[in-house]
């Protein structure tokens, strides 16, 4: 039973344009998020989190917005950059409780 | 961030035989670390939580008994495959939660292990 879903494994966005990855989830208990970005033969490399007292949480380029209603959470990264190519990961856990991870979705930034 | 090694990060050796993945972070005590296993093209699967001075907690469906975790210290764990088959060659990694919390954690560089 997948409870995280990346339904999308790969996506490919021009430079500078936005690039936007989905999540899915199904366990109402989850409340916190996170994204991970991970590099081949590479451990995975926290990006952005949120909380699910919050709907939308900014750093940078990167944007995570929930859902809570829909279960579902975007990654949004903008402008998009070639160094950004590499699999994103999406993560859930709830009461502070072991990770899990989604899919995974593989993006490439083309110039 | 805490920073997280691992050793080796990638070995191939035959089939009936042990390897043994250590899992060191640098510069952070850790009570607990987490072993984690990724398949192609697939997602990573926690296997088990290592706990220093106790017996490592597996997640369902992994065999203890092939994969013996031991916390030496505050700064190591290591994994061991017993008798690895090819179905056993994956990519391993290993993370220790930043501070008390398990869903806030910093992975290593994981390492690949490919049985022949």
């Known amino acids: 039973d997948q409870q995280v879903k990346q339904n999308s494994p790969s996506l490919s966005v021009q430079e500078g344009r936005i690039s936007i990855l989905n999540c899915d989830y199904t366990?109402?208990?989850?409340?916190?998020f996170l994204w991970y970005k991970k590099y081949p033969a590479e451990g995975p490399t926290f990006l952005i989190s949120?909380?699910?007292?919050?709907d939308k949480n900014e750093d940078g380029r990167f944007t995570v917005f929930l859902n809570k209603s829909a279960k579902h959470l975007s990654l949004h990264i903008v402008p998009s950059q070639p160094g950004d190519s590499a699999v994103y990961f999406c993560?859930?856990?709830?009461?502070?409780?072991?990770?899990?991870f989604g899919t995974g979705t593989r993006l490439q930034v083309f110039p | 961030g805490a920073v997280v090694s691992q050793h080796p990060s990638w070995v191939i050796c035959k089939s009936g035989t042990s390897v043994k993945i250590e899992c060191r972070s640098l510069?952070?005590?850790?009570?607990?670390m987490f072993w984690y296993r990724q398949f192609p093209k697939q997602s990573l699967m926690l296997m088990a939580t290592?706990?220093?001075?106790?017996?490592?907690?597996?997640e369902q469906g992994v065999e203890k008994d092939k994969f013996l975790i031991n916390h030496a210290s505050l700064t190591l764990s290591t994994l061991t495959v017993t008798s690895a088959h090819p179905e056993d060659s994956s990519f391993y990694i290993c993370?220790?939660?930043?501070?008390?919390?398990?869903?806030?954690?910093?992975f290593g560089p994981g390492t690949r292990l490919t049985v022949l």
């Open positions: 290592s706990n220093e001075g106790s017996k490592a907690t597996y």
């Open positions: 993560a859930a856990s709830a009461n502070t409780d072991k990770l899990i």
């Open positions: 993370s220790v939660p930043a501070g008390l919390k398990a869903n806030e954690q910093f």
């Open positions: 510069d952070f005590q850790a009570t607990t």
């Open positions: 949120i909380s699910s007292i919050k």
């Open positions: 366990n109402s208990m989850f409340d916190y």
